[in-house]
C-alpha cells in the first residue's frame, strides 16, 4: 500500500512538471484557446437614454449604498473630499459563450466588487466615486484581433458614454474631476480623454487621469489624449500609467497585441515606448526602493478584506516602459503568465496612490 502511495506521488508530480512545461511553451495559445469566444459577435442595442439616472445602473455613487468603494483597511478612512471620480472597473466576466457580459451576471458583478475594494477605495478620500456597470467586453477579447472583439469594446464604450454623460450632469459644472480606471476600464478611459475630454473646457477641470493596466504609447497613443504624462509628483491635469511584472519579466502576451495595433493617432503602436509612472515617487520613468512604498494591501486568504503593510515592495521603470518590482510578494494566485502583476497593479502601491491622489488634488 505504501509502494502504491508513492507511485501515486510519484506520477502527480511528474504529471504538474509536464503541465508546467507544457505551459510555459504554449502558454499564451492556452489562453487564448480557453477565454477567447468560440461564437459570432451579437449586437446589442443601446441601452434606454435614462438608464443610467437609475441607481441599479451603479455599483457606486453618492446615494447607492455600498461596502467595496467606500471600504479602507484599518489605519484609513472615508472623506468627504472636494472631487468627483469617475472609475471604470476592469474585466469581471471570463466566459467565452459571449462578447460581452449581461449586466446581471452575478459571478462577474461579484468579482468586480472586489476589484472595487482593492482599486476604487483607493479614491475614497478624495469625494465621491461614481462606478458605473456596463456591458463590458469579455477578457477574450483582448487576446486577439479579430473584428468581433472590437465590436464588443464599442458596445461596452457606449455604455460608458452614456454613464460619463450623467455622471457630470449629476456633480455640476464646478467639482474638480478624477478620472481612473484599470485594465478594459483604462482602455475605455484613452478613448473617453480623446473624445470626451481632449480640446474641451472639461480638460481644466481634471484633477489626474489614473489610466492603470493598460500600454499607452507615448508617440502613437498620449498626443491625443489631451492631457500631458504626469512628470512632477504635484503636477495637475496629467497621465499616470503602468503595467506591473516581477522578474524576471516576460511581456510577450500583452506586447505581441500591443505591437499589431494602431495608436489614437493613426500612427503604429509597434516598437514605441510606453508611459511608465512610478506609482512611488508620482513621476515618469522613475526607480524607488521598497522603503518608498506607502502601503501594500495584502488580502486576506477569503478575499473579504486587507491588511495593508508598508516598505515591502520597490518600483522601477525599466526597457519599454514596463514597471518592474523585483521578487513579489505572495498575494494571491492570480498572477498571469510572464510574471505580469496585471491583477495588483492598484494592490501593490495602494498606499502610495492615496498619496498621491492626495497631493494633486490640493496642489496649488
Not at 452575478?106 to 456591458?135: C, H, M
Request: aromatic fraction near 10%; charge should be positive; proline fraction near 8%.
Amino acid at each position: 500500500m505504501a509502494r502504491k502511495f508513492l507511485y501515486i506521488i510519484a506520477f502527480l508530480t511528474a504529471l504538474v512538471i509536464v503541465a508546467a512545461i507544457v505551459f510555459r511553451v504554449w502558454g499564451n495559445e492556452l489562453i487564448r484557446w480557453r477565454f477567447v469566444p468560440g461564437v459570432a459577435f451579437e449586437a446589442r442595442a443601446p441601452l434606454p437614454d435614462n438608464a443610467y439616472a437609475l441607481p441599479k445602473m451603479w455599483f457606486a455613487r453618492p446615494g447607492v449604498k455600498e461596502k467595496a468603494a467606500s471600504w479602507t483597511p484599518a489605519g484609513y478612512k472615508t472623506a468627504a473630499g472636494p472631487a468627483s471620480i469617475f472609475f471604470i472597473h476592469p474585466t469581471s466576466y471570463l466566459q467565452r459563450d459571449g462578447w460581452n457580459a449581461p449586466l446581471g451576471d452575478k459571478e462577474a458583478n461579484e468579482r468586480t466588487a472586489l476589484y472595487l475594494r482593492g482599486q476604487a477605495s483607493v479614491f475614497n478620500a478624495a469625494g465621491d466615486i461614481w462606478a458605473p456597470r456596463y456591458r463590458q467586453a469579455t477578457f477574450g477579447s483582448f487576446l486577439t484581433t479579430s473584428p468581433d472583439a472590437a465590436r464588443a469594446l464599442d458596445v461596452a464604450y457606449r455604455d460608458i458614454t452614456q454613464a460619463f454623460d450623467v455622471f457630470l450632469r449629476e456633480i455640476g459644472p464646478d467639482r474638480p474631476i478624477i478620472l481612473a480606471g484599470h485594465s478594459q476600464g483604462a482602455l475605455h478611459l484613452m478613448r473617453l480623454l480623446k473624445e470626451r475630454v481632449a480640446g474641451t473646457p472639461l480638460a481644466h477641470r481634471i484633477v489626474a487621469a489614473y489610466v492603470i493596466g493598460w500600454p499607452i504609447s507615448r508617440s502613437a497613443d498620449l498626443p491625443a489624449l489631451g492631457l500631458p504624462e504626469c512628470t512632477a509628483p504635484d503636477q495637475r491635469g496629467c497621465v499616470l500609467s503602468w503595467e506591473t511584472f516581477a522578474e524576471p519579466a516576460d511581456p510577450t502576451l500583452i506586447l505581441d497585441i500591443f505591437d499589431r495595433t494602431t495608436g489614437l493617432t493613426g500612427r503604429p503602436r509597434r516598437g514605441t515606448r510606453i508611459v511608465c509612472t512610478n506609482p512611488l515617487t508620482g513621476t515618469a520613468d522613475a526607480d524607488a526602493p521598497a522603503s518608498a512604498n506607502k502601503g501594500t494591501l495584502f488580502p486576506s486568504q477569503d478575499m473579504s478584506g486587507a491588511v495593508i503593510d508598508p516598505g515591502k515592495v520597490p518600483a522601477r521603470c525599466a526597457g519599454r516602459g514596463l514597471l518592474l518590482i523585483g521578487t513579489a510578494p505572495q498575494l494571491g494566485p492570480y498572477v498571469l503568465p510572464g510574471n505580469n502583476y496585471h491583477v495588483y497593479d492598484y494592490a501593490l502601491f495602494w498606499g502610495s496612490i492615496r498619496a498621491d491622489v492626495a497631493r494633486r488634488l490640493y496642489a496649488r
